[in-house]
């Protein structure tokens, strides 16, 4: 080591300021440069994990390092960063956002705000995912609660955005994650009346724009679950959003609109509510819609009204209702409730290959496809995860059982996946 060829002071010193890093590196999350998983789509918002290292067979007992009972219900996809999984539910009528360690080690418990449970049987009162940047913790829930924390748990600043711009009049629960930009977290509420999105400053939470989204959209149609996706346009931040009929990008900086795509819904059907988000890859916007009936891909680098001359491709033989497609290296994957999946050239729309998963009449898919390594992972409503190879045909790997309950998208992390189920948070993959 180069303090060997010090004086013994010098070498002293070195050695005291290099356990002095080591501990800040030890202690700050947000130096940690690779393998996290930040927010409900990955790294990338496109469903597709850094690293390859990944599971591919495991049970309820064989393979898993850990597992923890949550206190209560849940549909969010846990956040990993550095050491700490982190990831929202019920507890006891209250919103709960708990962190574990990677030895799944609880570590703290905070809650924001009143619990308000969910309707329907997937849902429930913290289906929206948690986000971070490395520094802190910003999490939604159908209360309307939105909130930040850092990574001791502290709450830093807290508000209900229900109380300030009006009630949620989704006729189900609310699934709308927050996301990131530079600058600010911004949330979207798309329903019947009064529809905006709304951006806050991350350290104090004081608004920062404001922007109104009210479409002709009739009856449930004019409602989202869906989230906005962050990209970049002409070199600047924007946020892309589905929902109401149309597809919307946004100044990240102002919140002010860029471009729309309408014509999601020519027959003025009463009934598409929209669940599944879009993505974003390879400068093309591609957004599922109609229940699960079509597919539309738009040019990310649109200016205007390009209802017309916006549209790369459309598809109206195929689609998801709840799965948001994931997205790489020029393909659009895409997992059907039924579980039909299909690999899609992102430039033409053509079907390069299809197939199917295992299907049940019973359990449909809800959580999204994950691409890690050279593998796919769909996982069903009944805790079934089919392992697909990454290649060019339908080739299924492997099929592994929970048998639990499964709406969240798993999170990919640090080479273990991170799933989570009505009753537990899992930790797939080899004890470290």
């Given amino acids: 080591m180069f303090y060997r060829k010090q004086s013994r002071s010098r070498g002293t010193c070195a050695w005291l300021w290099f356990v002095g890093w080591l501990a800040t590196v030890a202690l700050t999350p947000a130096v940690w440069a690779v393998d996290q998983w930040p927010s409900w789509r990955g790294p990338h918002y496109t469903g597709v994990a850094d690293g390859n290292a990944y599971p591919t067979s495991w049970s309820k007992t064989d393979n898993i390092a850990w597992s923890v009972p949550l206190p209560g219900l849940g549909g969010s996809t846990p956040c990993v960063w550095g050491d700490w999984v982190i990831v929202t539910c019920g507890d006891n009528g209250k919103n709960a956002v708990l962190c574990y360690g990677r030895d799944g080690r609880l570590r703290w418990t905070t809650h924001v705000g009143r619990e308000r449970p969910g309707k329907h049987r997937k849902g429930s009162g ?166 699960g009936r079509t597919l539309t891909a738009i040019r990310l680098e649109s200016e205007g009204d390009v209802t017309s001359s916006g549209v790369l ?64 992972y769909c996982t069903r409503e009944d805790g079934l995860t089919t392992v697909l190879e990454l290649a060019d045909s339908f080739k299924i790997v492997a099929t592994n059982r929970i048998d639990e309950f499964v709406v969240a998208s798993p999170a990919f992390a640090y080479g273990k996946i991170f799933l989570r189920t009505a009753e537990h948070l899992y930790c797939i993959g080899k004890e470290e």
């Avoid at 930009?181 to 949330?187: D, F, H, I, L």
């Avoid at 020029?330 to 039924?338: A, E, F, N, P």
């Avoid at 579980?339 to 299907?359: A, V």
């Avoid at 449909?364 to 691409?371: L, R, T």
């Fill in 126 to 291: 913290a289906n929206p995912s948690p986000v971070t940047d490395g520094e802190h913790v910003f999490v939604y829930f159908k209360s309307g609660d939105l909130g930040c924390l850092d990574f001791n748990g502290s709450l830093l600043w807290h508000k209900n955005l229900q109380q300030l711009y009006g009630e949620d009049t989704l006729w189900w629960d609310l699934g709308t994650s927050p996301v990131l930009t530079s600058k600010y977290v911004v949330v979207a509420c798309i329903h019947s009346g009064p529809s905006y999105l709304a951006a806050f400053e991350k350290t104090t939470g004081n608004l920062a724009w404001k922007h109104d989204r009210n479409l002709d959209a009739p009856d449930e149609s004019a409602q989202t679950y869906s989230t906005p996706i962050p990209a970049m346009i002409r070199g600047r931040e924007a946020l892309v959003v589905l929902g109401a009929d149309h597809v919307t990008a946004h100044d990240a900086a102002t919140g002010n609109e860029l471009w729309r795509v309408g014509g999601l819904n020519p027959t003025g059907q009463r009934f598409f509510r929209s669940i599944a988000s879009p993505v974003v890859s390879d400068g093309i916007v591609v957004a599922p819609y109609a229940r």
């Fill in 313 to 376: 491709w459309h598809r109206d033989d195929l689609g998801a209702d709840v799965p948001t497609p994931a997205a790489h290296d020029g393909k659009v994957y895409l997992c059907s409730d039924r579980g039909n999946f299909y690999c899609l050239d992102i430039k033409t729309g053509k079907t390069l290959w299809e197939g199917q998963c295992p299907r049940s009449g019973a359990a449909a898919y809800s959580s999204s496809p994950i691409i890690a390594g050279n593998k796919i």
